[in-house]
Every structure is written in C-alpha cells, then in structure tokens.
C-alpha cells in the first residue's frame, strides 16, 4: 500500500514537500516515481528515484523539483519549489514493489494528494 501526504493550497512561487509512504509486507523496492494528473489531461511522469538514488526529472520538474528516498523507511518524497499555477494536479506516488513470497515486481499506486498553485 502506497499513501501520500503533504498535498495542498499554496501561491504561486511558494514550495510544497510532498511524500509517499508504502507498508506491507515489502521485500523490497526497485524504482519510486512521482506522477501528476492535471483536470482534463493525461497522467503525466514527473519524477524518479532508482534504488540506488540516481533521479530522473520531466523537462517541467528539472531544477525546480528534487526527489528523494528513505530505503530504510520505505519512504519517497517530492519537494517542489517555484511551484507554478501549471503544476496544479493531483500527485501519484508510483512503486515497483517486490511482496515478501513473491518472484517478481509489482507496479504499485498510492491515492494522489491534490496540490493546487494559486497566481
């Protein structure tokens, strides 16, 4: 189970740190991702974490978004600076979860948090 927090209402040029925490029985995770969906737009990719900390950000995030992990706390966050009226969306944290007992990875969704930017 994947759960963000951290969602909100903030002003344009303002920050936000959002964060996703998975529970369950975890063997271990591969990639973390950071998603959004804009009203009328298609889920779009935001950001990555790799296992071992590399980060991948859309051209939208690059130097105003950082992602980071908590392997120890299972933990994924996504702090956004110089936030724009344009990222408003709802934020999916996204997991490639392998369950204790299970072979494979498994693609796994959180709720979303919705994050607004006001001009």
């Known amino acids: 189970q994947l759960v963000e927090s951290g969602g909100g209402l903030v002003q344009a040029g303002g920050s936000l740190t959002l964060s996703c925490a998975a529970s369950g029985s975890i063997f271990s995770i591969n990639r973390m991702h950071w998603y959004r969906q804009a009203p009328g737009k298609q889920r779009e990719w935001v950001a990555t974490v790799s296992i071992g900390g590399d980060t991948y950000y859309a051209d939208s995030a690059k130097g105003r978004f950082a992602i980071s992990r908590d392997n120890a706390k299972k933990k994924v966050s996504l702090q956004m600076s110089s936030l724009k009226p344009e990222d408003t969306a709802v934020y999916y944290c996204?997991?490639?979860?392998?369950?204790?007992?299970?072979?494979?990875?498994?693609?796994?969704w959180g709720q979303g948090t919705q994050v607004t930017v006001s001009s």
């Open positions: 996204n997991a490639e979860i392998q369950v204790t007992g299970q072979y494979r990875y498994a693609n796994y």
